[in-house]
């Protein structure tokens, strides 16, 4: 059992570049997640997917963040251009089954640091 | 606006001593969830808890659903240096798009 796989595990760019976060949710899973974790605000969630649409996107901070799911089996998370506040550790999760009731199965995360 | 609030943030205890940490909403929960996070890792899924009053147990871990099924609580007998980490709760926000939302974690460090 794989497990949820993110890409890559740490990022470094500088601001103004453009920053790609991938996530390979687990097969069969038909939830899947983007939670972004700093000290100060905890874990946050960005958006979240049911069988590839997008329901909810109200965390996603401003226009600069973009997610995509193509495909049950992979997402995209996106930032133009980054900011060094957009520094932090971003969580991928996937689930089965309803959304709020179902446990999350959290990929190792990609700790995001812009300079 | 509805929130999980967890308390306390943070929590040294001795190796053997017991840990409790509590978790409230202000509004009804359907469920709670509780996740560790190791220093340095992901969140991994413990337990969930659905009926009101629910009381479950994982060897030296007791979850805890309370009656109003607004507040929940983990307790760890004699914590041990492998306990080490943050210990979050979850419960689902309402709206028409519900999903989880995270208490702000109780960092447990257990001293040797």
């Known amino acids: 059992d794989a497990g949820v796989i993110q890409s890559p595990r740490h990022e470094v760019t500088e601001m103004g570049q453009e920053v790609t976060l991938r996530c390979k949710p687990i097969s069969g899973h038909n939830s899947l997640f983007w939670y972004r974790q700093t000290m100060m605000r905890g874990l946050e969630l960005l958006i979240y997917f049911n069988n590839n649409v997008p329901i909810d996107d109200s965390g996603m901070p401003e226009d600069r963040f973009s997610a995509k799911m193509p495909n049950a089996s992979f997402s995209t998370l996106k930032i133009q251009p980054s900011e060094p506040r957009d520094s932090a550790v971003y969580f991928c999760a996937s689930s089965l089954g309803q959304p709020y009731n179902s446990p999350l199965h959290f990929g190792n995360g990609t700790r995001l640091t812009v300079t | 606006g509805q929130q999980v609030m967890q308390i306390p943030q943070y929590q040294h205890v001795q190796e053997g001593e017991d840990f409790t940490t509590y978790c409230n909403s202000s509004t009804t929960l359907s469920n709670i969830q509780w996740y560790k996070q190791r220093p340095g890792g992901h969140p991994v899924f413990l337990i969930q808890l659905v009926k009101s009053g629910e009381v479950k147990k994982q060897k030296r871990l007791t979850f805890q659903f309370g009656e109003a099924k607004k507040n929940s609580s983990l307790h760890i007998t004699a914590t041990q240096t492998t306990d080490v980490g943050t210990y979050f709760c979850?419960?689902?926000?309402?709206?028409?798009?519900?999903?989880?939302?995270f208490g702000s974690g109780t960092q447990l460090t257990v001293l040797p």
């Open positions: 979850a419960g689902p926000l309402e709206g028409s798009a519900r999903q989880l939302t």
